[in-house]
């Protein structure tokens, strides 16, 4: 009986270490097998939701999500591209959409990077015209830029692009901000302020057409008011960033004649701390649906390839500039 009782206590001795050996192997194993892959958080800076970079971004997130594996990626609104350096320098974005020319300024430490200038940015690519659109209420009777003179105008948010872009377009007019009453209201300001009579003209950089503009022109008559070329051409000769171009015909109600402008071109930002992989492997998922950007905003079917580098204000990032140089 003794012998019977010292066999089954060897027996469970040996079945608890067995287990716990099991046990601890099991563990390490299953821990290796369970170890969630770590997503890669890619934080997209848009612009404000009545704009075009909004919509763009929120499609980019999805085709990244979808595409792009390990990587968690969301659009968000912001105030635009100074606001969008600013973030991606922080860090807490890592992808941005920019007006070349504010990227410009940041890479070269001028206009409102003066003595700020930022390290590291580089492009992805560049996307689509982003057109400085000059709208007055008909009810203004301004008929073109030197009819500003004396009246209340919206030049952007102070410290913008569009300020910097409504400044540097009157300087090819002659005309100072002491011949106007700037306002300094961000692009729904604007908006708003235009539908109530409160100001009479209004710069809005974005592509055309832009839902605000639409949002104003269903309910008041308004002007579109051209850059002449011989303008348009100083301008270019201070400011290489700067494109012509026309708005067609029709892009907006009652618009019986397409309409002179200029433009800088909308860009996608990042930093050099994006390592060449992910660069490339986000320009590749977004190039690789656009038919999903298309869908998004009308100024998406502009977005291709084959223009993905033109009016590139600062250096492309090797893992873009690897896709883009791929058959």
Do not use: W
Not at 13 to 30: D, F, P, Q, R, T
Not at 56 to 85: C, D, F, H, P, R
Not at 187 to 195: C, D, H, P, Q
């Amino acid at each position: 009986m003794l012998k019977i009782r010292k066999l089954l206590v060897v027996l469970a001795i040996v079945s608890m270490v067995a287990a716990l050996a099991a046990g601890c192997g099991g563990k390490k194993e299953g821990d290796q097998k369970a170890a969630p892959e770590s997503k890669k958080f890619v934080n997209i800076a848009t612009g404000g939701t009545a704009g075009v970079y909004y919509p763009l971004g929120g499609a980019m997130a999805e085709i990244l999500n979808k595409n792009v594996t390990g990587v968690n990626a969301t659009a968000q609104t912001t105030g635009a591209s100074v606001a969008n350096v600013s973030a991606l320098k922080d860090g807490s974005v890592q992808v941005a959409f920019v007006q070349n020319d504010i990227a410009f300024y940041a890479a070269n430490g001028t206009e409102m990077y003066k003595d700020k200038k930022v390290e590291g940015i580089k492009g992805l690519s560049t996307l689509y015209p982003e057109t400085i659109q000059i709208v007055a209420l008909e009810k203004s009777n301004i008929k073109d830029i030197a009819g500003l003179k004396g009246k209340r105008v919206a030049v952007g948010a102070a410290g913008s692009g569009t300020e910097a872009n409504a400044r540097q377009i009157l300087e090819a007019f002659g005309i100072t901000y002491n011949d106007i009453k700037p306002q300094y209201l961000s692009f729904a300001e604007a908006a708003n302020n235009l539908k109530d009579g409160n100001i009479d003209a209004a710069f809005v950089t974005a592509g055309h057409p832009t839902a605000a503009i639409q949002d104003i022109a269903a309910q008041h008559k308004i002007s579109l008011l051209p850059v002449a070329a011989d303008s348009a051409d100083k301008l270019i000769k201070q400011y290489p960033f700067y494109t012509k171009l026309s708005i067609p015909a029709g892009t907006y109600p009652n618009q019986d004649s397409e309409v002179a402008a200029v433009a800088v071109m909308a860009m996608l930002a990042v930093t050099d701390k994006m390592d060449d992989q992910m660069a490339y492997d986000i320009t590749k998922a977004i190039y690789g649906n656009l038919d999903r950007i298309a869908a998004a905003h009308a100024v998406g079917k502009s977005i291709k390839k084959e223009s993905a580098k033109n009016g590139m204000s600062i250096p492309l990032h090797p893992g873009a500039e690897k896709y883009f140089n791929e058959k």
